[in-house]
């Protein structure tokens, strides 16, 4: 009888799982999507320093 019941417990717990992967899976359209962009200034003397400016 417990054999029974650990089983079922066991399967109850990896469904539920499951279920829950496919959830979180198939939901990521809701998430907003976040787009990283940089700003690169093109200068026409190419020097390899790097130029600190103090104010």
Do not use: W, Y
């Not at 417990?2 to 998430?31: A, H, P, W, Y």
Request: charged share 25%; net charge negative.
């Amino acid at each position: 009888m417990r054999n029974n019941i650990l089983g079922g417990l066991v399967i109850f717990l990896v469904v539920v799982t499951c279920l829950l992967m496919l959830d979180d899976i198939s939901n990521t359209q809701k998430e907003p999507m976040l787009e990283e962009t940089a700003q690169i200034e093109q200068t026409e003397d190419h020097t390899d320093l790097a130029i600190v400016e103090e104010e």
